[in-house]
Each structure stands twice: as C-alpha cells, then as structure tokens.
C-alpha cells in the first residue's frame, strides 16, 4: 500500500514538469566561402580619400547560427502560457559577442485570441520572407552601409530587425487570411521625435498555389550609423543617420505548376518595399527582389535551385544611392534537418554621400561563391 502511494505521488509531482519542460532547439550552418570584393574611393579634393579597399580571400563563416528554449504550459483548458528565448551563436569563433539576444519573449496563446508576445521581437516584415530565398553569405539581403574601415561589403535595402521593448499579437487565422500586429515601446529605439512605434501585416494563403501579403511600420526599426567619406577620415565625424520613420512592404509567391502543366515544381515571387527615414533631406528608398525556385524531381532526395535579383534605389535614403545584386543558387536535403548549400553571386553598388547625394564616394563591387551545410535540432 505504501508502494502505491509513493508511486502515485511520484506520478502526480512528475506530470507538471514534464509539461513545463522547454524544448531545446537549434541550428549550425556553417560555409566556406570564397569573396572577392573592391571599393573604388573617389577623390574629392580638399578631403583626403581612404585607399581603395580590396579581398581576395577563402572565409569560415557562421551564418545566422543559434540556439534557444522554447515551450508552453496550460493555464486554463485554451489558454497557454508560452515563451522562447532564442540566441545567436558566432560557431566559427571569429565574434567577440558570444551570444546576441535574438526572439526573447514571454506570452499567452488562446484558441479564440489568438497569440500575444512581449520581449524582443521580430518586425512584422520577417511574415513577408517567403519569396526572399538567398541564404548563407547572401542572406538578410546584404548589409546596408560600409564596413567601420570602409572595407567591402554588398549592399542593399532595409531587411526585418528585432525591436526590444514590444508585443506582438498574432491573430486567429480567418478565412484564409492571417494578421500580425506590433507595438514598440519609445525606448526600444532611437527618433528623432521619441514616439512609440507600431506596425501591422496581413498575408492571404488559401493553399491554392499563391500568396500575397502586405505590411506597413512605423517607427519599429532600430537606429544605426551609416559611415560617410568625411567620418571615415575624420574621427570626429558623427556620420550618424537614424532609421526610425515609414516603411512599407508587398509581397506575393506563384505555385506556376499548379495553373500550367509543367513537369517540375516552379514558384516565382516578388516583393516590393519602399521606406521613408526620418532624417533631414532623405529620399525614399525603393527596394525590388524577384526570384524564381524550380524543384529537381530526378534526385533521391528534395532539392531545388534558385535564382534571385535585388535592385535598390536610393540606399538609406541617399539620392543616387543604388544598388544590384544576383544570386544563383541551390539546395539539398541530405535529411529533413541536415541541408547542403551552393551559390554564387555579385553585388555592385554607385555609394554617395548623405550631405551631397550628387558626390559619389565610392563604386562596390563584390563577388561570392560558397558551399556548406545546416543542421537544424
């Protein structure tokens, strides 16, 4: 008798923390990646330029690696609490930050409500990737200014940030159509005029073969520094703009095997964005991407190759700030979580300068081709 009740009670105290306990997940995606990039400083008189910047190098890279703790626990008989908090790893060891903050949030999910997070989250463009495809070397679209030392690097438009500080609702998906609202506290980022920010995204995906979506923020994504001629040769130089202000996106993805018979799967998509900073005499950045991804029926496992062009215009919104890239590209799943990776592609960029968007500083040019592989767990 005394047997049963131990068990019993074993059983009872047991239960709860085997709900409760998280789920330990992850990814390492690791690449070798050939680079070879150039930056043609001008010359502008009076202000002496930097040395025209030049790789030609074999790299290890870390790309978006991480790890995190994830799980829920019943409150009521619909209600969860859940939470996650995820962080990025530098696995090739070549970062001094050992973990960066990545989705870090606590929240509730109701079968009628929907799912509220609060923490750090992602903005609500990261609900408008799936036509975006590019990965490892070429992913998050490139970076967005000159390196600290006025190295190469491949530029393009604006991507998805995280905002600290924020809650996110994610409604009940209704008829086919999903919506996606945020609020950003004002000390989750840095305006010029200290107002809260907020966004909003809605995405229609009946299973047909298509999907379109649309999002719209303001004020949710993070301030940064953009590295000018003057502060690259002068210490004193701030060279800071802020990102804060309007910024719009569309996108839409097309199944083309299921409206023409074609013997291979074929999706096209397209996104376009258009963002308006809130800094003194900016222009509106206009970004386009467009891509196309066939399957490889003939291959013992799935695997498909793709093709991707990015096209910005005024980059930081800097008047004749341009930008373009292509990626070609392709994966294969060795397993559903072991997956190996190709590309090749080149980034060109005209980059002026924020005071006078009629001055060029500098042409970029960058070239890269890797291979590696991802495990997810």
Avoid at 57 to 84: C, K, P
Avoid at 231 to 252: H, K, L, M, P, Q
Avoid at 347 to 355: F, K, L, Q
């Amino acid at each position: 008798m005394r047997k049963l009740l131990l068990a019993s009670a074993i059983t009872i105290v047991t239960v709860p923390v085997a709900q409760a306990a998280p789920e330990i997940y992850g990814k390492a995606f690791l690449t070798s990646d050939y680079v070879n990039g150039e930056a043609d400083y001008d010359d502008r008189g009076n202000i002496e330029s930097p040395d025209d910047s030049d790789i030609d190098e074999l790299q290890i890279n870390s790309n978006f690696s991480r790890i995190g703790l994830r799980g829920s626990e019943a409150i009521t008989t619909d209600t969860d609490v859940i939470y996650r908090l995820e962080y990025g790893i530098d696995i090739d060891g070549d970062d001094s930050g050992t973990l960066q903050s990545r989705d870090t949030y606590l929240g509730l999910k109701n079968d009628n409500y929907g799912e509220l997070r609060v923490g750090r989250n992602s903005s609500i463009f990261s609900y408008l990737y799936d036509p975006i495809l590019n990965r490892a070397y070429w992913d998050n679209l490139g970076k967005r200014t000159l390196n600290d030392n006025g190295g190469v690097s491949a530029l393009n438009m604006l991507d998805y940030t995280r905002s600290s500080n924020s809650a996110l609702w994610i409604a009940p998906e209704y008829k086919d159509l999903q919506l996606v609202l945020q609020y950003a506290a004002d000390e989750s980022f840095d305006n010029e005029d200290g107002e809260e920010g907020y966004g909003a995204a809605l995405k229609l995906d009946q299973g047909t073969g298509y999907t379109a979506a649309i999002a719209y923020s303001k004020d949710i994504e993070a301030s940064g520094s953009i590295e000018t001629l003057d502060s690259i040769t002068d210490d004193n130089a701030e060279g800071r703009i802020n990102y804060g202000g309007d910024a719009f996106r569309g996108a839409v993805t097309v199944d083309v095997d299921k409206y023409i018979n074609i013997a291979t799967p074929l999706t096209l998509g397209a996104v376009y964005q258009q963002a308006d900073y809130d800094f003194a005499g900016s222009d509106k950045e206009k970004g386009l991407i467009l891509s196309g991804k066939i399957g490889l029926n003939n291959l013992n496992r799935p695997a498909f190759i793709y093709v991707q062009y990015n096209n910005t215009e005024n980059l930081n919104g800097i008047g004749n700030n341009d930008s373009d890239q292509i990626v070609v590209g392709g994966e294969y799943n060795f397993k559903d979580n072991i997956i190996g990776h190709a590309y090749i592609g080149q980034n060109s960029a005209d980059y002026t300068s924020p005071t006078d968007p009629t001055n060029s500083v500098a042409d970029i040019k960058v070239f890269a081709a890797g291979a590696g592989i991802e495990y997810l767990f």
